[in-house]
């Protein structure tokens, strides 16, 4: 029978995954609230023929309809990278291009390789909104494909470390410095994490499993 007793390597997982719905989650609202107001987003949604856009709609049929009154607030992160990445042109895109898996840049420095998926994640010099958006949506997409919700002390350094690095360029693109997404991701890092509120945030991100073993 599964077991939910706090270990190490649970803690650091629910801490990661705490990151992403309280922290990149906001990060994401807020860019795509800079390009699209959501009174419109529907309307947007709807007018648009790409794929995976229309397979959004109809998975998230009911959250998208609540953006009248709620805004983006239950969008996640899934709904709102393909969102950002498909309807919103102007933003900036990742150096190597959307869903890159290419290991080195073109003038050959070799890019972070995923430890868990073995995917590329953009290397340090590739900066822009799109480089930092992809960078959120690989670790998610991590996250939630894991076997068992537990993550080694290297595997939490790895993400935690682009995360750092995320939040601080955020800081600069939208809260001119106050470095208020820093802040909350500094606090997750030590605050006190129960056997419940890790159990929540596991369920947050998409990995309800009960996993034997654990």
Same mark, same amino acid.
């Given at each position: 029978?599964?077991?939910?007793?706090?270990?190490?390597?649970?803690?650091?997982? /629910?801490?990661?995954?705490?990151?992403?719905?309280?922290?990149?989650?906001?990060?994401?609202?807020?860019?795509?609230?800079?390009?699209?107001?959501?009174?419109?987003?529907?309307?947007?949604?709807?007018?648009?023929?790409?794929?995976?856009?229309?397979?959004?709609?109809?998975?998230?049929?009911?959250?998208?309809?609540? /953006?009248?009154?709620?805004?983006?607030?239950?969008?996640?992160?899934?709904?709102?990278?393909?969102?950002?990445?498909?309807?919103?042109?102007?933003?900036?895109?990742?150096?190597?291009?959307?869903?890159?898996?290419?290991?080195?840049?073109?003038?050959?420095?070799?890019?972070?390789?995923?430890?868990?998926?073995?995917?590329?994640?953009?290397?340090?010099?590739?900066?822009?909104?799109?480089?930092?958006?992809?960078?959120?949506?690989?670790?998610?997409?991590?996250?939630?494909?894991?076997?068992?919700?537990?993550?080694?002390?290297?595997?939490?350094?790895?993400?935690?470390?682009?995360?750092?690095?995320?939040?601080?360029?955020?800081?600069?693109?939208?809260?001119?410095?106050?470095?208020?997404?820093?802040? /909350?991701?500094?606090?997750?890092?030590?605050?006190?994490?129960?056997?419940?509120?890790?159990?929540?945030?596991?369920?947050?991100?998409?990995?309800?499993?009960?996993?034997?073993?654990?």
């Amino acid at each position: 029978m599964a077991s939910f007793h706090t270990t190490e390597d649970k803690t650091r997982y /629910a801490r990661m995954c705490r990151i992403l719905v309280d922290v990149t989650g906001n990060i994401l609202r807020e860019e795509l609230l800079r390009h699209i107001q959501p009174a419109d987003i529907k309307m947007k949604i709807m007018q648009s023929f790409i794929h995976s856009v229309k397979s959004k709609k109809k998975t998230f049929k009911h959250v998208i309809d609540t /953006a009248h009154n709620d805004g983006y607030a239950k969008f996640d992160i899934s709904l709102l990278y393909v969102l950002l990445r498909n309807l919103c042109p102007k933003l900036e895109q990742p150096t190597g291009g959307w869903d890159n898996r290419n290991k080195s840049t073109t003038s050959g420095e070799v890019r972070p390789i995923s430890p868990i998926s073995g995917k590329p994640f953009p290397c340090h010099n590739e900066r822009t909104l799109g480089d930092d958006i992809e960078r959120i949506h690989l670790t998610r997409n991590d996250l939630d494909h894991l076997g068992a919700a537990s993550l080694t002390k290297s595997e939490y350094s790895f993400y935690f470390d682009q995360m750092v690095n995320v939040c601080n360029r955020m800081d600069v693109r939208h809260l001119n410095g106050k470095r208020n997404y820093w802040n /909350a991701l500094k606090i997750i890092e030590t605050c006190p994490m129960d056997d419940k509120s890790i159990q929540v945030y596991i369920e947050h991100i998409g990995l309800a499993k009960a996993v034997e073993g654990m």
